[in-house]
């Protein structure tokens, strides 16, 4: 089956500028994630989503990212006023989800990214 | 200090070698541990779970040392299609069931 879609795959912004950064997970999966990885490091945790509920944005670096799944499938990764630092990869990733439980050890499945590059 | 260490290489190995990675973790709650594996330009790829036991997958090895909060993956017989970042990564579940990566480990495997 279709794995994460994540579009644009290439996103080159002027400072200042917003952008917005689409997800589409896996069919059927209940929690979807976002992560941010810079050159050289390890994808670090941005917000999750259990079907529409926002649970944990405690990554989230600024409140100029924001981040929604209004319908409990697509995500949009907004960044508003983009800055040289936001440039990064944005990896998005989706599990299956247990209803009321935390998926400990489900497998999650990353998207191809979106590479941003702020001038 | 990061939450989860590695040593960032890169390891460089001939075709056939045995190479092993190391990672600590410093979150004691933590309760599930992967490696994943990333191509250059690519997204993680999950490459295998890691259990208290032990566990096997082909050329594959990855143990997990609680007390020492320790983790690593040993691959036998090297190929050069191995050649790639090795992230070793931990859930924790007071943080909901978001992974915390290292920075990953390359490995070049030459012919």
């Known amino acids: 089956g279709a794995g994460v879609s994540q579009s644009p795959r290439y996103k080159v912004a002027k400072r200042g500028q917003d952008v917005a950064l689409r997800c589409d997970p896996i069919s059927g999966h209940v929690s979807l994630f976002w992560y941010q990885q810079a050159l050289g490091q390890g994808p670090e945790f941005l917000t999750y989503?259990?079907?529409?509920?926002?649970?944990?944005k405690s990554g989230l670096p600024s409140d100029r990212f924001f981040a929604e799944r209004p319908e409990g499938s697509v995500s949009t990764l907004k960044i508003q006023r983009t800055q040289q630092e936001d440039s990064a990869v944005y990896l998005c990733a989706s599990s299956l989800g247990r209803e009321g439980g935390l998926g400990i050890g489900e497998t999650q499945y990353f998207g191809p990214g979106t590479r941003l590059l702020v001038l | 200090r990061k939450e989860v260490e590695q040593d960032p290489g890169p390891f460089n190995v001939p075709e056939g070698a045995t190479v092993a990675f190391n990672c600590t973790y410093s979150?004691?709650?933590?309760?599930?541990f992967f490696w994943y594996r990333q191509d250059c330009r690519k997204e993680p790829k999950l490459l295998m779970s890691v259990y208290s036991s032990g566990n096997e997958d082909g050329r594959f090895t990855a143990q997990l040392n609680r007390a020492s909060q320790y983790i690593s993956l040993l691959i036998r017989d090297s190929k050069l299609s191995d050649s790639a970042t090795y992230l070793c990564v931990v859930m924790t579940t007071e943080y909901g069931n978001k992974l915390v990566f290292g920075a990953g480990t390359i490995l070049r495997v030459k012919s």
């Open positions: 979150n004691s709650a933590s309760q599930s």
């Open positions: 989503f259990q079907n529409e509920a926002q649970l944990d």
